[in-house]
């Protein structure tokens, strides 16, 4: 690519990790951020723009010399009970704070390239064992209404003439932030175990994977459309549990109780915790793109510096 990135909701975990990466290689990163003071902190080289996604549009200079736009918008979705207020403030951060992006890219005299949005597992809904690639259908329940709006908003990029590519992202493994520093704690005390009966598939990706997949994307012009950014290897709850205590050496017999959980998170704890979406990144693989960590178990080991030093991870390729 000749020209920069511009990267909305920069300051997340998956947009201070790319930024690190382009910046690395020299690619020049404009940093879309709601706080400046935050994104001066967490994005020493890359150049801030202020814009609040859901107050009006992005500013025009922000999209200077930038070939590809990179849309991780969204408030976090496990923060805070669901209330009917929380549920509009996820849907607009991704929805509106979307449609806003792309009537921005509209306007320019120069238009990017290539828009890479954010979407979810979600998607899909809750599907049991069933094995969903990405040209499963859209599910039910409001993360899968959500995600079928937030693509929506993005795919009105390509009537623009940008190439547009959908990632539907597991749960990003990162031990900084996330659901893994989250449960890290607990975990370490021996305090840790599946959620409920722990049968549901949790899809998950090491975010070198995810970080690489976005990289790959940007370097491989026959991709677009959407795409499950998931390893190759889904796990249950439960499976995932033991993983952690094994690679932690501590045990995982206690179950985390739903009637607890939805007392404290609401509705939440059945679409985010208890949901099962068995993806594959089936359409991912065909691209091309290979897995620094497609199995669990290395992935743990690698966030958590338990790998043997002369350790080489596999790599998951299509067939």
Known sequence: MQGGIAIAGATGQLGTAMAASCARDGIPVSALVRNTARGADLLPSAKLHAWDATRGSPPADAFDGVDVVINLLGENLAEKRWSDARKKQLRDSRVVGTRALVDALRDLPR?????????????????????????????????????????AEAMRAADLGLRVVVLRNGVVLSKEAGILSKMLPPFRLGLGGPIGSGNQWLPWIHIADHVGLMRHVMSHEAVSGALNAVAPEPVTNGEFARALGEALGRPTVLKAPLFALRMMFGSLVDEVLVASQRAMPVRTLETGYSFRHPLLRGALEDLLDKRPRNASAPVATAT
Not at 111 to 138: F, H, K, M, N, Q
């Open 111 to 151: 238009r990017p390239r290539l828009l890479i949005s954010a979407s979810g597992a979600g998607y899909y809904g809750d599907r049991g064992d069933e094995i969903l690639t990405e040209s499963a259908s859209v599910g039910t329940g409001f993360l899968a209404e959500l995600a079928r709006d937030w693509e």
